[in-house]
């Protein structure tokens, strides 16, 4: 895999994407935080699996312009990626908020640069190569 224009432009529509779905993560983890007063942990799970289902509608159409027939096969994929993205997240999250007592949002901003790193670079060379 070399880099070069091409690759740092898909990078950056990955990030673009990554950036919208952080919107619907941190609004759907906050309403079943905060307002519905599910566990923190679930609560980060739903949002993530939210944020990864719209993120993989973006990245196929706009970032990869994947043309794969076999969507069920490429979200599976994807959504393999997302819940390693997830562990990734997940674990971060813990090491930070329980751990080294840091805000919950704070961890959760690095939790979600952890995953994306991961996410990206799993999705390139293996969802949509």
């Not at 779905?21 to 566990?39: P, R």
């Not at 994807?78 to 919950?104: E, P, Q």
């Not at 952890?114 to 670079?121: G, S």
């Given at each position: 895999?070399?880099?070069d ?5 898909k990078?950056?529509?990955f ?24 566990n923190?942990?679930?609560s980060?799970?739903?949002g993530?699996?939210?944020a990864?289902?719209?993120n993989y ?7 990869f ?13 994807f959504?393999?990626v ?6 990734i ?16 949002y704070?961890?959760k901003?690095?939790?979600i ?17």
């Amino acid at each position: 895999m070399t880099i070069d224009r091409f690759f740092i432009l898909k990078f950056l529509k990955f990030g673009v994407v990554g950036f919208s779905g952080v919107f619907v993560d941190f609004g759907i983890t906050w309403l079943c935080k905060e307002k519905i007063k599910i566990n923190k942990y679930v609560s980060n799970t739903i949002g993530f699996i939210c944020a990864a289902t719209s993120n993989y509608i973006l990245n196929r159409i706009w970032t990869f312009e994947s043309e794969n027939a076999s969507i069920a096969t490429e979200y599976g994929k994807f959504m393999l990626v997302s819940a390693i993205g997830l562990g990734i997240n997940s674990l971060t999250l813990y090491l930070l908020t329980d751990k080294l007592k840091w805000n919950f949002y704070l961890s959760k901003i690095f939790a979600i640069v952890m995953a994306t790193l991961w996410n990206f670079f799993a999705n390139v060379m293996f969802t949509f190569r």
